[in-house]
């Protein structure tokens, strides 16, 4: 009931290439939050996620959350090989638990 | 930087022991959170402390404790470890509700 399930679990792009990572949860979500783990490093938190239909974008990257708030998904554009990585969605379960989804781990050859 | 800091950053140890791992939150944090990661894994909610209080509790083992000190630095009490127990763990912190964390570059334990 309060897991998130992220896919794809791997994604192999060339340089260049678009590349899409989805959240989904079967009950409605307060809110998701988007992490980037490079390899070798820890989770860096990269937005959070409120509103119905909410579009937010940085730079090259573009998350929305749904209408319905089940579902989420961080899009980047024209990846580089400094977007390699695993991407986690997450949600804040309000009995102040963070439930982290799996990882969607991004490949980027040059 | 995260201005979250954990020590040791690596330990190696046997089984059947005992391990501290240490954690200092950002500078005004009061929550602290700690995470497991195992290999290729994802992240693991194991507890949550907020100002010297346990607010939540994750999939942690009985042989695993936690406290948050008055300075707000936490510590992970790791026992009677196993194999399956390494890992790697993380400290996160936040102001107040779990929603922004900011990790630790975390704690590598390999237990032999």
């Known amino acids: 009931g309060q897991q998130v399930m992220q896919i794809p679990q791997y994604q192999h792009v060339q340089e260049g290439e678009d590349f899409t990572t989805y959240c989904n949860s079967s009950?409605?979500?307060?809110?998701i939050q988007w992490y980037k783990q490079r390899p070798g490093g820890h989770p860096v938190f990269l937005i959070q996620?409120?509103?119905?239909?909410e579009v937010k974008k940085q730079k090259r990257l573009t998350f929305q959350f749904g209408e319905a708030k089940k579902n989420s998904s961080l899009h980047i554009t024209a990846t580089q090989t400094t977007d390699v990585g695993t991407y986690f969605c997450?949600?804040?379960?309000?009995?102040?638990?963070?439930?982290f989804g799996a990882g969607t781990r991004l490949f980027v050859k040059a | 930087d995260s201005g979250v800091t954990q020590t040791p950053k690596h330990l190696i140890t046997a089984t059947g022991q005992r391990v501290t791992l240490r954690c200092s939150p950002r500078?005004?944090?009061?929550?602290v959170y700690w995470y497991q990661q195992s290999l290729d894994q994802g992240l693991q909610f194991l507890i949550h402390?907020?100002?010297?209080?346990?607010?939540a509790k994750g999939n942690i083992l009985e042989r695993f404790s936690a406290q948050q000190f008055p300075d707000l630095h936490s510590e992970l009490n790791l026992s009677s470890l196993e194999l399956g127990d390494s890992a790697l763990y993380f400290c996160?912190?936040?102001?107040?509700?779990?929603?922004?964390?900011?990790f630790g570059p975390g704690t590598r334990l390999t237990v032999l």
């Open positions: 996160a912190s936040s102001l107040d509700r779990p929603d922004t964390q900011y």
């Open positions: 009950t409605t979500l307060s809110n």
């Open positions: 996620l409120v509103k119905s239909g």
């Open positions: 997450a949600r804040y379960t309000g009995g102040f638990k963070t439930i």
């Open positions: 500078s005004g944090d009061l929550s």
């Open positions: 402390y907020y100002n010297g209080e346990e607010r």
